[in-house]
């Protein structure tokens, strides 16, 4: 029976560290129990580790009581770091120090390390995905760029493995949680069983990934004038043909100068921005109505409706018909009421 140690602080999130112990807890058991059978079994020897033994509560004030404390250097097969309630500019590397360095203690005794979102961050400070691929919650990319230079950030993949024996998987967004418990399970149990946790839960693989949900275009503070100016003008006129020439006319300094400037402080090009503003209008516009694809492709500013589409398809991960038919309904939720009718 493998052994799990599912990390607990006061910046986790309730929903990821108690969603992951009930999952895993019930594996090997809950559909047994379901369909009646007598082969029941504990898979999983599951506890949470917190920085000591003392109760506390973490995100959102949901109460968490430890089962052992870092201080008793608990031994563990298996080790998962759930969701951290961060923004977008908060790092840990200076907290926990003696949890980070029980991480680092656990590889190198050979467990097997998981994160799901923002926990990459955590596995991120214990240096361990120094010079490797990982995945986080797409709001973090700026701070692995900014933070984590040496890790190599994806932000569209769900599950991200670092080493090829798959020691150390991230996951990516809030829900991939449920994503890295059926890669735990499968792993360390069989896809068989992955398979039925999925259909007791109702769990299903991201497939799609995480393009489809994230943001494209993200505000960053900047004291560069010339690179507000540019980035004001682009906001303003995204669906002008002559936009980026408007932008290195406002910003007022060599076109060059501009975009090396440019992608110092936002970590993308001109172009790139340019792009990812016109297709986020295009979501929107997909997400809000009926109009035709070519329709949105003028609208946002791109005369060739082929090249949109291949655009749109590369920064979002579908196509502009898919993602319709994926989000369209959502807001006033008349596809669940037309189901429960």
């Not at 986080?136 to 701070?143: E, I, K």
């Amino acid at each position: 029976m493998p052994s799990v140690a599912i990390v607990a602080v006061p910046e986790t999130a309730g929903s990821a560290l108690y969603g992951m112990v009930d999952v895993l807890s019930a594996t090997g058991n809950v559909w047994e129990t379901l369909v009646r059978s007598d082969a029941g079994r504990r898979v999983f020897d599951v506890r949470i580790v917190g920085p000591d033994r003392a109760p506390f509560r973490c995100g959102h004030g949901i109460p968490v009581t430890p089962d052992v404390g870092i201080g008793d250097d608990p031994v563990a097969d298996i080790v998962i770091l759930p969701e951290l309630w961060l923004g977008p500019d908060e790092d840990v590397r200076d907290r926990h120090p003696e949890l980070l360095a029980w991480i680092r203690r656990r590889h190198a005794e050979g467990a097997w390390l998981y994160s799901a979102c923002s926990g990459a961050i955590m596995l991120a400070a214990t240096g361990l995905l120094d010079g490797c691929d990982a995945t986080s919650h797409w709001g973090y990319r700026d701070l692995f760029r900014t933070r984590y230079p040496k890790v190599r950030f994806r932000p569209e993949p769900t599950l991200a493995f670092a080493d090829p024996q798959g020691r150390i998987v991230t996951a990516g967004g809030t829900s991939s949680w449920h994503d890295l418990a059926l890669h735990v399970i499968a792993r360390h149990a069989g896809p068989g069983e992955a398979l039925r946790i999925a259909k007791v839960y109702l769990l299903k693989l991201h497939v799609e990934g995480q393009l489809p949900y994230q943001a494209l275009v993200r505000h960053t503070p900047t004291a560069d004038a010339a690179v507000r100016a540019a980035l004001t003008h682009l906001e303003q006129h995204f669906r002008d043909q002559g936009a980026l020439a408007g932008a290195v006319s406002e910003a007022g300094i060599a076109e060059r100068t501009l975009k090396r400037r440019f992608r110092s402080a936002t970590g993308s090009t001109l172009i790139e921005h340019l792009q990812a503003l016109r297709v986020e209008e295009a979501k929107r516009l997909l997400e809000a109505g009926g109009l035709p694809v070519d329709e949105v492709s003028h609208e946002v500013g791109y005369e060739d409706a082929s090249f949109f589409r291949r655009l749109f398809r590369r920064l979002v991960g579908l196509n502009p018909s898919d993602y319709r038919r994926m989000f369209a309904g959502l807001p006033d939720g008349s596809s669940m009421v037309s189901a429960r009718a």
